[in-house]
């Protein structure tokens, strides 16, 4: 196992994908992170980690081009001498998730968002996963509700769950782990409440990730 492990974390200013970039460096994990909007988030989140001597850079990418993906993979990958465990985090929690009252194209620009992109991600960190220590491929998709859900929920996650599946056929013969991990969505008003779920969330995440390298 190297000296230090790589986490790569696409669209690391989310919620909860904040938490987990926050998460992986206090378990000692170099962090790469990506934004495509927001500098400031951005800046924020690298320097919030680094004051707690976490070792984060933050890097400029749009999740859903192929070009972005294989040179922000390129240049962590040259440098780092490798990259463990990549999470693509396109997954967000919003009320509206629930609703069959949503246009046909915009469920079908999401999903085709988060599978692509996904698969974008693959492509460009699996030559430098490969020979590592457990690497691993990791895709959040929204967690099944006990209430009712919108057509489009169910259907981007099915499908998320079949691509995950065939891709882990093939990249297992490398080595490399595809997964796909279920995230619990919140419909909490309060902005404090959101923030505890989020932080909690990425916690737990994090802690389950980093386990598979660090053995718990």
Known sequence: MPDKLTALVIEGTAPWSRALVESFARRGFRVYFTWA??????????????SNNGEVW??????????????????????????????????????EMTSFDVEEGEWLHATSTILMG?????????????GREHPQLVLPLPAQLDEMEGM???ACRAAGVEM????????????????????????????AERARHWS?????????????????
């Not at 909690?200 to 718990?216: I, K, P, S, V």
């Open 37 to 50: 909007e927001n500098p400031q988030n951005a800046t924020e989140l690298a320097a919030r980690v680094r």
């Open 58 to 95: 933050a890097v400029k990418a749009n999740p859903a081009n192929s070009h972005d993906l294989i040179q922000t993979a390129h240049d962590i990958g040259s440098t780092e001498g490798g990259i463990d465990c990549a999470v693509h985090c396109l997954v967000r929690s919003n009320p």
């Open 118 to 130: 996904f698969y974008f991600l693959c492509k460009s960190v699996l030559p430098f996963m490969v």
């Open 152 to 154: 489009h929920i169910i």
């Open 164 to 191: 995950v599946e065939n891709i882990s056929r093939q990249v297992s013969k490398m080595g490399v782990l595809a997964r796909t991990l279920m995230i619990p969505q919140t419909f909490a008003t309060s902005e």
């Open 200 to 216: 909690t969330l990425g916690e737990d995440t994090a802690q389950l990730l980093a386990g598979f390298h660090l053995g718990g």
